[in-house]
């Protein structure tokens, strides 16, 4: 990080904002299916701001104003954040499949930044990287970004631009592409889940001027303290109001850079979509946890059944998952009628055997046009560590070139000892073919980020259908700052974009 404003900040706040940008502005209580918000306030640039609830925004031009602010992340810890409309998370865009949407970026930040479009495929040059396919915005700029949004699901928008400390501010916010039919719900939440740390120091050493991307944090994140829902902890979390009968969906999206364990209490449901793509013929589930990693997505529904007040609630050993949790409200009902088991050992859905076969776009046995093993580890190298794809770091790693309507085929191995690695590819859907050697079993599962444990192997397939230059990096981006990044190239794509030596930029 860099140490002027981010100094500063302390001195004003008492607090170091953290890192993992999360989620802040309590959009939890809010039923995003009956909102139709267009338009948005600049945002204050004075870094004594304090945030405002977010918004959500519809309509086919959108303006995103990058400020500074502070922001109220549990009750009586105000930490400073960067913002998107002087909110975090930043305000809901919601637009319908089919639409072009243009959003104008406005860079009222000390540092560049750009927008990522994460799990959206947009054409290559609107991807938001900084040096590949654009040059960052630089503080007092703006930047026009302008695609159609072809595929309906539940997806997220943050900062490209040395990312591993700008999402961890604060620049983030759900990008949510409603299907032409209509979702077909009666309540519509959004759920962002992430990390921040209350305190400026980390084993003894005052962290405001460090830069994150050069830090020795692989096994030891207990530093992010604070767990938020949509930058809320605790108390601060906004209810989620619903009536008897309801149809509800909750989009759950990761925007920090640890897993979570969601559980829904006191009724049956279903995981409906992953990284926005559907599940066929999903399967009714009750107190199971839904694991989520960095970058992934989950959307879970269920019908209201059971009149009450019941948690939906992150499950783990750390005293932080008591911040990630939010009470489903039914009109009317006495509080008190649920009580939290965050700390329970419950199972996890198998993704890999979850829902009901049906044709796919790929299989195991079938020829590709290429095959490519990506080994991941953890390693010291220079007395620094490092993470690698196969023993190298970027940008020496060797980038995967592929033509137009080429068929890949990716093993994805992970051989760290004790990391995980969500690894996301830009710019287009990969299908998952087998866990651990196992073809899948259940619904085919189309996914842009998959999280690998240590001793985890995937193999994943996907078809070069989007022409341009495009990371694959792990989205613990800790990891991808230190590393853990390539490239997929299309050998035949030309294009404009120059970089700008002077611009700074930093795409992880």
Known sequence: MKTGWKLKSMIIVGGLSVVLAGCT?????????????????????????????????????????????????????????????????????????????????????????????????????????????????????????????????????????DSVNQLDRGLYGAFIVEPKEGTGVDRDYTLVLDEWMSSGEMTGMNMSGMDHSTMNMGHDMSMYDLYTINGKSGSLVDQLPVKQGD??????????YLSHQIHLHGHEFKVIATDGQPINNPGILKDNVVSIAPGERYDIEFVANNPGQWLIEDHGDKAAVKGMKAMIAYEGAPAGSDKANETEKLTAVDMSRYGQASKANFTLDQKYTLEYTMNLNTEMKNGEMVYTING???????????????????????????????????????????????????????????????GEEYVVAFEANNEGNWMFHCHDLHHASAGMVTELKYTDYKTNFVADPSAGNKPE
């Open 392 to 454: 190298k770091t970027f940008p020496e790693t060797e980038p995967i070139n592929v033509k137009e309507g080429n068929t890949v085929k990716v093993r994805l191995v992970n051989n760290s000892k004790t990391d995980d690695h969500p690894m996301h590819l830009h710019g287009h859907f990969f299908q998952v073919l087998s866990k651990n050697g196992k073809p899948l079993g259940g619904s085919p599962i189309i996914k842009d980020s998959l999280n690998l444990k240590p």
């Open 25 to 161: 502005g309590s959009m939890n209580g809010t039923d995003h299916s009956k909102m139709n918000m267009e338009g948005t306030k600049e945002s204050p640039k004075a870094s004594d701001a304090q945030t405002v609830k977010p918004t959500v925004l519809t309509g086919k031009e959108i303006n995103l104003t990058a400020s500074v602010s502070t922001q109220e992340i549990a009750s009586g810890k105000t930490l400073p954040v960067w913002t998107f409309n002087n909110s975090v998370p930043g305000p809901q865009i919601r637009v319908k499949q089919g639409e072009t949407i243009k959003v104008n970026l406005k860079n009222h930040l000390p540092e560049p930044v750009t927008n990522h479009w994460h799990g959206v495929p947009v054409p290559n040059a609107m991807d938001g990287i900084p040096g590949v396919t654009q040059n960052a915005v630089q503080p007092s700029q703006s930047f026009t970004y302008e695609f159609k949004a072809d595929v309906p699901g539940t997806y997220w928008y943050h900062s490209h631009q």
């Open 247 to 256: 149809k509800v969906r909750i989009r759950l999206i990761n925007a920090g």
